[in-house]
Nanobody, 128 residues
Framework: QVQLVESGGGLVQAGGSLRLSCAAS????????MGWFRQAPGKEREFVTA????????YYADSVKGRFAISRDNAKNTVYLQMNSLKSEDTAVYYC?????????????????????WGRGTQVTVSS
């Protein structure tokens, strides 16, 4: 069992920055590939970014590439999402997700169905 708790959301002006954190407890964090998704009002949840078990491989949705950065600290059981140059269209609830694996690998995952555990989300609102 893995518990994920997101934090760091809030209200920010367009062009500003926020750093989200996702603290994980339970099964060995370093065995989990991690991802961030978001859901805007009236829209389906969408992929934002993902990171491999060791942090060496990352992948971004085109909409956030060059503005967002995912990282992880396996010693702290935490994954981060640094969001810069925020736009009004980044307004959404941001969710952290974990994909468990019994073997070490470099895989990353961009589909919701591939993830095993989800946090409850943190609201990010960007005012224009």
């Amino acid at each position: 069992q893995v518990q994920l708790v997101e934090s760091g959301g809030g209200l920010v002006q367009a062009g500003g920055s926020l750093r989200l954190s996702c603290a994980a407890s339970g099964r060995s964090f370093s065995s989990n590939a991690m991802g961030w998704f978001r859901q805007a009002p009236g829209k389906e949840r969408e992929f934002v970014t993902a990171i491999s078990q060791s942090g060496g491989i990352t992948y971004y949705a085109d909409s956030v590439k060059g503005r967002f950065a995912i990282s992880r600290d396996n010693a702290k059981n935490t994954v981060y999402l640094q969001m810069n140059s925020l736009k009004s269209e980044d307004t959404a609830v941001y969710y952290c997700a974990a994909k468990l694996s019994s073997i070490a690998n470099f895989r990353i995952y961009s589909r919701e169905v591939e993830y095993d555990y989800w946090g409850r989300g943190t609201q990010v609102t960007v005012s224009s």
